[in-house]
């Protein structure tokens, strides 16, 4: 009776508890009375490591004496992959009888029945709480920030950022994925180490992160933002610099923020950060707050918008500084709904969050050329017009096709359209970059870089692409000549003008606001510039009396 009493209890505590340690003092008396002199578990995570002999040893009970050869149980399952068991008899003592034989395997039996349920219970939290890469999930963090909302301890305490790895494609490009993998790992480890004992980071997506970090750890986290050298060759101590954009978001003590609230907010500053050329990192404000009913209210008025061609076609002039002639064109795009006109800033970056925006990029393209089309038909002057292009298209495998059938459905001379593809698409396949642009190039239409000079491995994209045209980006153009970063600018303008001219390409300057800055381009041979200084973006009818 005293057996059964002691194993009844160790069955409970095992079924209460669910993991072996809570058991021990009852399987050390259960062994003493069945006389096991030593138990033990050697357990592997599959078949190859049991022929490597690579075991995890659990010793659950030793008595220390001297023992004989024992009794191996071996279990094998998906939950705990193979389990092999040990009971040793007492060196020189009497075997066994068939009750103690019995009631061994039964303790066994129920050992190997809890641990199995404790391993599956652990796979179940650990699928639920990191991904594939061992990073934690979206869903962990969120139910983590969630319980420390309701415990009330985080408020004016931490801050939180959505980072975005830029240009992460490149690297797995340059030195293969599985080391970007590993890179990435070591750089969100370094970065999460840095932003404090109580900081979480997880995995949104890709190279998308959310990180908790504790106030007085911001700054030196924002600098690990801004550039960390990661060893990715650890024989010769090769190193890649990584860099990400973030989304900040501070929680003060009397904020009233749920989970929903601070992702939203998240979501909307990362955006801008990745966005708008000015700072890598960017506090959330009201001024940049997307709500969730606004995506969703632009994005449903998207096709109705469309089929009734609210989106209009504005021309902003390009101005040859030789004779002041009208030189070309930029298409860029106005929304006109219910009497309003409606500035790109406020609907582009949402149709971005889908692939709407490539419906609109397209649409853009044939209604320019049907105004193309037209000024020929009446025989006015037509000059190149360039078209924007969203990165998004580089996951079309048919872009190439899709762009010469508008063109050619319109009847449009192919050397009046110019397609426009900014430099920050650094993070899409290069070699499908300059397929396109070679394939537009053979089909004689015109290339332009946008931006240049502000994104990654500038020199490179040039030097492998063969462009038509760069568009210098405006934070080259300086404000104030005898301001000293003016001035550093303006040596910067003038050796890639110098560049452009040597490889042959057009150079033209975008943003151009003052005289001064014209100025600038005639003294460093610029002969082509945009910007408001000539003529804001202009509707149809205005843009018509600029080509007579």
């Known amino acids: 009776m005293e057996y059964q009493r002691l194993f009844d209890t160790f069955l409970d505590t095992m079924s209460e508890k669910g993991a072996i340690p809570y058991a021990i003092p009852y399987i050390i008396r259960l062994c003493d009375k069945l006389r096991v002199r030593k138990l033990m578990i050697k357990r592997y995570e599959s078949r190859r490591h049991e022929i490597a002999g690579r075991s995890e040893d659990i010793m659950l009970y030793d008595s220390g004496k001297p023992c004989g050869e024992p009794k191996e149980y071996r279990h094998s399952a998906m939950t705990v992959t193979i389990a092999n068991y040990f009971a040793y008899p007492g060196e020189g003592e009497e075997p066994w009888d068939e009750t103690e034989t019995e009631r061994i395997d039964r303790l066994v039996a129920m050992l190997y029945i809890f641990n199995s349920r404790a391993k599956m219970l652990d796979m179940v939290i650990r699928a ?16 983590y920030l969630n319980l420390k909302l309701v415990e009330g301890d985080i408020r004016g305490k931490y801050t939180f950022a959505y980072i975005n790895l830029k240009h992460f494609s490149m690297v797995n490009q340059l030195i293969g994925r599985p080391m970007g993998t590993f890179v990435m790992k070591r750089y969100i480890n370094e970065v999460t180490a840095i932003a404090g004992d109580t900081a979480l980071a997880a995995r949104i997506g890709g190279d998308n992160f959310v990180l ?49 609230s601070i992702m939203d907010k998240l979501t909307a500053a990362s955006h801008v950060a990745r966005t708008s050329g000015k700072s890598d990192n960017v506090y959330f404000s009201e001024s940049i707050s997307i709500s969730k009913e606004r995506l969703a209210l632009i994005q449903q008025l998207f096709p109705t918008a469309l089929e009734k061609e609210e989106y209009l076609v504005y021309y902003q002039p390009k101005v040859s500084l030789r004779d002041g002639t009208l030189y070309g064109a930029e298409a860029l795009c106005r929304w006109y709904h219910d009497g309003d006109i409606i500035p790109p800033l406020d609907f582009i970056p949402v149709l971005e969050h889908s692939m709407d925006i490539c419906k609109l990029d397209f649409y853009m ?44 459905r319109n009847d449009v001379p192919h050397q009046y359209i110019e397609i426009e593809l900014t430099e920050t698409t650094t993070d ?17 239409i015109y290339t332009s870089v ?97 080509l007579k």
Not at 212 to 224: D, H, Q, S, Y
Not at 438 to 444: K, R, T, V
Not at 462 to 479: A, C, H, M, Q, T
């Open 428 to 444: 899409v396949e290069f070699r499908d970059l300059k397929r396109v642009v070679s394939g537009l190039q053979a089909a004689g």
């Open 212 to 260: 908790m970090i504790e106030n007085g750890c911001v700054n030196p986290v924002m600098n690990a933002l801004s550039g960390l050298n990661i060893i990715y060759d650890v024989n010769t101590g090769e190193k890649i610099q990584i860099s990400a954009t973030a989304g900040m978001y501070r929680l003060t003590e009397d904020s009233t923020d749920n989970v929903d």
């Open 450 to 546: 946008d931006d240049f000079g502000i994104g990654y491995s500038s020199l490179n994209l040039i030097k492998e692409i063969p462009w038509d045209v760069i568009k210098v980006d405006r934070s080259f153009l300086p404000s104030d000549i005898e301001d000293e970063d003016s001035s550093r600018r303006a040596i910067m303008f003038k050796y890639v003008v110098a560049m452009a001219h040597e490889m042959g390409l057009e150079c033209i300057a975008e943003g151009v606001e003052t005289e001064q800055q014209v100025q600038v381009l005639r003294d460093n041979s610029c002969e082509l510039a945009q910007g408001f200084y000539f003529d804001k973006p202009l509707p149809v009818k205005d843009f018509e009396q600029k």
């Open 365 to 408: 393209l044939d209604h320019v050329c049907r105004d193309i089309r037209r000024w020929l038909n009446e025989g006015r002057k037509v000059v190149r017009v360039s078209v924007n292009l969203s990165r998004k298209h580089m996951m079309d495998m048919d872009l190439l096709t899709r762009i010469i059938d508008i063109v050619d």
């Open 128 to 143: 639920a709480s990191y991904d594939d890469d061992g990073y934690y999930t979206l869903k962990y963090f969120l139910e």
